[in-house]
């Protein structure tokens, strides 16, 4: 997959870098616990832990990590702490019609420390050069009620094309998928 410069290496005393198969531990916790913190008192315990199990294993992040057509940055401080991460590769997302080429924003993780400080915008950067020099369709899924991402999906060109259920656990999480330059707003089949 094609590697373009990113604009920002460097933000507020962390390092943007490609992460490499030896951060996949780190990951892991991290993962966990920024979607904990962020989404956790939405969900029953047991399905909060079943998709922790699965979504933020070890095992999901050597795949990521090692995966070619995907790419993952960290930001991490001079200790080497990392303190958030973005991720992105070809679109799993459940889109109607999905056109061939399509690639997908993953995740874009921060812990709580790290928000509202350029870093999310820093990621959103680097993550759309590299999606738009190796895909022509560009999605990201969020969570309906996360108003706050979809405000910094939208500042970046990216609108609303469908709704559809994302599982975590047994649970069913209402989502929108939004795309980079969308143009009509589809219902799924939920």
Not at 3 to 14: A, D, I, Q, Y
Not at 123 to 150: C, K, P, S, T
Request: aromatic share 12%; glycine share 8%; charged share 25%.
């Amino acid at each position: 997959m094609n590697e373009r410069p990113s604009v920002k290496t460097e933000l507020n005393g962390l390092n943007i870098r490609r992460a490499v198969p030896a951060d996949a531990a780190v990951l892991t916790v991290l993962g966990a616990a920024t979607f904990t913190d962020t989404f956790g008192h939405l969900y029953d315990p047991k399905d909060l832990n079943a998709y922790l199990d699965e979504g933020h294993s070890r095992e999901y992040y050597d795949a990521l990590l090692t995966d070619q057509e995907c790419a993952v940055w960290v930001a991490e401080g001079d200790n080497k702490a990392i303190t958030g991460y973005c991720a992105a590769g070809p679109c799993s997302l459940p889109v109607n019609d999905m056109p061939l080429n399509s690639g997908e924003l993953y995740r874009l993780y921060l812990e709580q420390s790290q928000q509202g400080t350029g870093l999310g915008r820093a990621f959103m950067d680097i993550v759309l050069a590299w999606l738009e020099a190796n895909f022509e369709h560009l999605y990201v899924g969020v969570y309906a009620e996360n108003v706050r991402a979809q405000k910094l999906y939208q500042r970046y060109g990216f609108e609303k094309v469908q709704d559809y259920i994302f599982m975590v656990g047994e649970y069913p999480d209402p989502e929108w998928i939004m795309k980079r330059g969308g143009v009509s707003i589809e219902k799924s089949a939920i």
